[in-house]
């Protein structure tokens, strides 16, 4: 029996444009501490490697240094309000959704892979309509590793049930670039995502700026 090739996505910043929930989830922490909040612009310095590190980030950037008792305070008064008010604002980026179907069409499994609380992700996309779509929805809690670690990507597409020798990646980070170059499988850069540094800076197989490029062609070129 042949394996199904496989397209694993981040999420946050490359499928769906969730900036305005997480934003707002992370302000309202925040406030509740009396620190002072971010505005829509900030959200490329601060969004990426998942709500630990946004708000460790948001301390940084205040001068304050992170201590742990604090953060993981702050954690979870983020996480219960993110997970009281999605899918909220959220949803695909524009394309995704014609450019996932015809992935599917033409026989490649799909597969999430993202630094988000598994059980958060899963929501949200069951809360979106489209969790249906992917073969597995891996978070950055369902393994004792997260990108860029390479096994995360890797223990994703074994949960998938195919083979790293089909797999691509497609992602707007860093991280997923890097877990991705690790993991020795190709990757596909959206240029629109959460990042404060140029996808580019990290040498992806390929750079798109919109779902209309990511089309079955353009990832069986990349997979040789």
């Not at 240094?65 to 695909?92: C, I, S, W």
């Amino acid at each position: 029996m042949s394996i199904s090739p496989i397209i694993v996505f981040d999420l946050d910043g490359t499928l769906v444009d969730s900036a305005p929930d997480l934003l707002d989830s992370l302000n309202f922490c925040l406030s509740q501490e009396g620190l002072k909040t971010f505005a829509p612009d900030d959200i490329r310095r601060l969004v990426g490697m998942g709500g630990r590190i946004m708000i460790e980030r948001a301390l940084a950037f205040q001068n304050i240094k992170p201590d742990e008792n604090h953060v993981e305070q702050l954690l979870a008064t983020f996480l219960r309000h993110y997970a009281e008010n999605m899918p909220g604002k959220t949803q695909f980026f524009a394309g995704a959704d014609a450019s996932l179907d015809a992935l599917s069409k033409t026989g490649y499994k799909l597969a999430v892979c993202t630094n988000k609380h598994e059980k958060l992700a899963r929501r949200l996309l069951e809360g979106m309509g489209e969790a249906g779509r992917f073969a597995t929805i891996v978070g950055g809690d369902t393994f004792t590793y997260h990108k860029p670690d390479a096994r995360h990507i890797l223990s994703t597409i074994e949960r998938a049930g195919c083979s790293p020798e089909k797999a691509l990646m497609v992602g707007d980070s860093q991280a997923d670039i890097l877990a991705a170059q690790s993991a020795d499988i190709p990757v596909i850069a959206v240029d629109f995502g959460y990042t404060d540094k140029p996808v580019s800076a990290f040498n992806p197989t390929k750079i798109i700026s919109h779902f209309n490029e990511l089309t079955p062609q353009l990832v069986a070129k990349c997979l040789g």
